[in-house]
């Protein structure tokens, strides 16, 4: 039978435990582990069994327990002690409340998905943990932030396995009374409403629910309300379900109805509107039109108010990978704006923000990413290595320059520390080093034996396999209802053994199955007589993706053979509760993904903030920060010459490490059982990764590159009626408009001998068409260094040439003219020998530019 209708019956807490019912309700309990330990400590084994869930454990509770514990003062005052702690936490000064100078009072913070707690499964991998630790971290830092994402009935899938080991999905329903959310009302208990106008005179509705993860409000915007139709009410059904038209809608509703929503938000709570909006990946895009629409309503032109959104709008991009990214037909998005929807915004200014109107692009699509950086003044990537791809990849947006130019930055992503590090580990830098901020411990101090590190490790590993037969003896039963669990799930993993977890989403770049290139090569590692190694693995494929599920598959059957099964296994539906086991209960964190395309990847920081080591390919973060101590860095083939040799080779140099090098070390032990050079890497990994791997100083860098130097951006062109962006728009048109006529026509230079030596002095002088823009428009540059084979330049240094001003002039122009042109001089010393080269070129100058490649536009001599 199944119910037609579902609701959850909160239980009423005890007057004397009321502080509990305050403590479910901040997401805090999510990382702060002793408010965890209060909830456990009402029914340890409902605790677990539930997921660690305090909102789900006091409504499971016998009440009589919670009478019992109201009549225990001990336990009531530790209760009130809690909260008192909490609510210190969200009042007093933390780190931004201490910086000096201008900054945002309020910053919103949008992504198509938020994992915070296993407790509320709104993510479907990185880019949503990600979001859940950057808000995390926000709170711990006092960063004003507010998220902004959607509530999605059936979050992502549920992953299960059949016997022959094909993925299978299901969708269970959230039911949203049972989670720590409450739907924002206004004054008069109303519930808030957003409302977008659609084609067809049609309009979606969506309530809003709020979360509070530590001192961030996160909104989160749901359809699945009466007032809309039935087809919409399910818009926000599922995280990445539907294709073209469902994707759009779900996107439109996160940028503008989450815009709107969080100018409901912050009326209702008299706090300023953001200044600062940062979009998480392309999808949330639209916000920036919802800006601008309603700058357009305070009387702007679309360029005017561009201007604002985009001084004011920070885009960071996630995905090296064509398909991370999202493409919607033109058509379709021409349809939808063709509406009320964003009164004031022409929808052929609109498509244009979209369009790939650069060699190789299609005239058919809206491309979310480029929407992103045309309204984005300020974007990024989330690694070194990933801001120079990103720089390449979207360099067609910038003709003319080249990749090192493109205004695209990077900062490397991080982990929230106290999410991600297991109690057991931080309960010994807190008795030992006297601080639970891992970051901050002193990883070195002899205060923490090499037996302490090994011995908490020893704890975690068995912690983990002790989860892990768990997890393959319920899946057993899901293939096999009724049945009696056989014995052997009992052996899976030896708490002893050296543990390598590979645990990702699917897609194919992540190379699921390169471990399985040579399957004899594999079997020979797990079962080595002296050095046996053992492999969890774990990740859900996308529900389209048939080439993902056959990936796993391959994994499963592999790993169904009798002699392997207990050294090899696959553990389905991997999630946020999973992970924070199986991180501090591998030694190594194997990561092959074909390089360059995994964008940072942190679980291999996740697993390092625990002590495992990783071995990697050196793509995403590991380039930054692998130093030869920490771990090991599988060699990419770069150059093969295809994909399958790629693989072999590849493939070859990981059997290797772990062969020679890996497997060998972990098992040279001391006389006291000790593998003292391990424990020696675990302790440089956990005292230089910690304080850089951790989402504190990542969103230290946000505030600091971005944060702030848009906030005041935006408010240096709002300021006085917008006077700066009115300006700024007109300066730009002038610009677009003249720079065809724009070139360098001439250099001269001279000051070097025929055969020029270090220590010369090249005076340059370049005659510029300025086509009547005023020398001030722009710099005239010289870009100089090493001279290549092919005419590039490498190592380069640009040095700003001076307009002559020349007082004499009759004309009344103050520059010497010759042929129209003005004249540009400097001097560049030669303090290096070797091939060298040197350009001239005009781009133009504007305080109110973040980069002077930024309007894609140049001249450049010869
Ligand atoms: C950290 C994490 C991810 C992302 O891991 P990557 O290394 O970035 O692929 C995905 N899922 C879960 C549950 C995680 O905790």
Redesign the pocket.
């Known amino acids: 039978m199944k119910a037609i209708r579902k609701f959850t019956v909160r239980t009423v807490v005890p007057e004397a435990l009321a502080a509990l019912d305050e403590l479910a309700g901040n997401l805090r309990w999510s990382w702060h582990e002793p408010t965890r330990q209060l909830f456990e400590h009402i029914s340890p084994e409902l605790w677990r069994e539930i997921g660690t869930d305090p909102v789900a454990l006091l409504g499971a509770v016998d009440p009589a327990r919670l009478v019992a514990l109201a009549a225990d003062h001990d336990y009531v005052s530790w209760v009130n002690s809690i909260r008192d702690g909490l609510r210190s936490y969200l009042q007093e000064p933390r780190w931004y409340q201490g910086l000096e100078g201008d900054k945002p009072e309020s910053i919103a913070y949008f992504s198509p998905e938020f994992g915070i707690a296993a407790a509320l499964p709104q993510y479907s991998?990185?880019l949503g943990?990600l979001a859940g630790d950057h808000l995390k971290s926000a709170s711990d830092l006092g960063v004003p932030l507010i998220g902004v994402g959607l509530f999605y009935r059936a979050g992502y899938f549920s992953q299960a396995i059949s016997p022959d080991g094909w993925q299978i999905e299901s969708y269970p329903l959230l039911d949203p009374d049972g989670l720590p959310l409450s739907v924002l009302r206004r004054a008069d208990g109303s519930a808030v409403q957003v409302s977008l106008a659609l084609p067809d005179n049609r309009t979606l509705h969506a309530r809003v629910w709020q979360a509070n993860v530590g001192r961030i409000r996160l909104l989160m915007l749901d359809t699945d309300i009466p007032e809309n139709t039935d087809d919409l009410r399910l818009v926000t059904d599922r995280l990445y379900g539907g294709g073209g038209e469902h994707r759009l809608l779900q996107e439109l509703l996160l940028g503008i109805g989450g815009a709107r929503a969080v100018k409901v938000w912050s009326a209702l709570n008299n706090r300023p509107e953001p200044e600062v909006f940062h979009t998480n990946e392309g999808h949330a895009g639209f916000l920036g039109l919802e800006r601008i629409s309603s700058l357009i309503g305070d009387g702007l032109s679309f360029a005017e108010a561009l201007q604002v959104a985009r001084a004011g709008t920070v885009f960071t991009t996630h995905t090296p990978v064509a398909a991370g990214i999202d493409r919607f037909e033109r058509s379709l998005v021409r349809r939808y704006f063709e509406t009320d929807l964003l009164p004031g915004v022409g929808v052929d200014e609109l498509l244009a923000l979209g369009a790939e109107n650069y060699p190789g692009g299609s005239p058919d699509v809206f491309n979310m990413a480029l929407m992103g950086l045309r309204l984005g003044q300020r974007a990024n990537g989330v690694s070194k290595l990933h801001g120079e791809v990103s720089r390449r990849m979207f360099k067609g947006l910038w003709p003319g320059f080249d990749a090192e130019d493109v205004p695209i930055d990077s900062i490397t992503n991080g982990v929230h520390a106290p999410t991600w590090t297991d109690p057991s580990l931080l309960h010994l830098a807190e008795d030992r080093l006297g601080t639970s901020d891992t970051s901050e411990a002193d990883w070195a101090s002899p205060a923490i034996t090499d037996d302490d590190l090994w011995s908490v490790r020893g704890t975690m590993r068995l912690q983990f396999v002790e989860d892990a037969r768990r997890r393959i003896a319920a899946a057993w039963l899901v293939q096999n209802p009724g049945g009696i669990v056989p014995g052997w799930i009992g052996q899976v993993f030896d708490p002893k053994v050296l543990t390598i977890g590979f645990a990702?989403?699917v897609p194919t770049y992540k190379r699921l199955t390169l471990m399985l290139h040579d399957p004899e090569r594999l079997r020979a590692l797990l079962l080595h007589p002296e050095h046996p190694i053992q492999i969890v693995i774990a990740g859900k494929s996308h529900p389209a993706d048939e080439e993902g599920k056959r990936l796993i598959q391959k994994v499963v059957q592999f790993a169904a053979d009798p002699e392997l099964r207990t050294r090899i296994a696959f553990l389905p539906d991997?999630?946020?509760g999973m992970?924070q086991l199986m991180y501090p209960g591998t030694d190594v964190w194997l990561n092959n993904p074909l390089r360059p395309l995994e964008a940072c990847?942190?679980?291999?920081m996740?697993a390092a903030l625990n002590g495992a080591l990783n071995l990697s390919i050196l793509d995403g973060w590991w380039p930054e920060y692998y130093d030869g101590k920490n771990g090991w860095a599988i060699p990419s083939a770069d150059a093969a010459g295809d994909s399958a040799e790629r693989d072999r080779i590849e493939a070859d140099a990981l059997y290797e490490l772990i062969e020679h090098h890996v497997a060998p070390r972990f098992y040279d032990r001391n006389a006291d059982g000790v593998p003292e050079r391990w424990v020696a890497s675990i302790r440089h990994t956990l005292a230089t990764l910690s304080p850089e791997l951790n989402a504190g100083r990542m969103v230290r860098q946000y505030v600091q590159k971005l944060y702030r130097p848009a906030g005041a951006a935006e408010a240096r062109l709002s300021a006085n009626n917008y006077r700066a962006a009115r300006e700024l728009a007109v300066w730009k048109g002038r610009i677009v408009a003249k720079w065809p006529g724009v070139s360098v026509a001439h250099v001269e230079s001279g000051g070097v001998a025929a055969v020029p030596k270090v220590g010369d002095e090249l005076h340059l002088r370049a005659h510029v068409q300025l086509n009547g823009l005023d020398p001030a428009d722009v710099t005239v540059e010289v870009v100089y260094g090493k001279s290549l084979a092919n005419d590039e330049l490498s190592g380069v240094h640009t040095l700003a040439l001076e307009a002559v001003v020349d007082p004499d002039a009759a004309d009344g122009s103050d520059t010497p003219e010759q042929g129209g042109a003005t004249l540009f001089t400097g001097t560049v010393a030669l303090d290096r020998g070797g091939a060298f080269g040197y350009t001239v070129r005009v781009v133009p100058k504007n305080d109110l530019l973040v980069s002077s490649a930024e309007m894609g536009l140049i001249a450049v001599a010869g």
């Open positions: 991998g990185g943990i990702r989403r991997y999630n946020i992970a990847g942190t679980s291999g996740k």
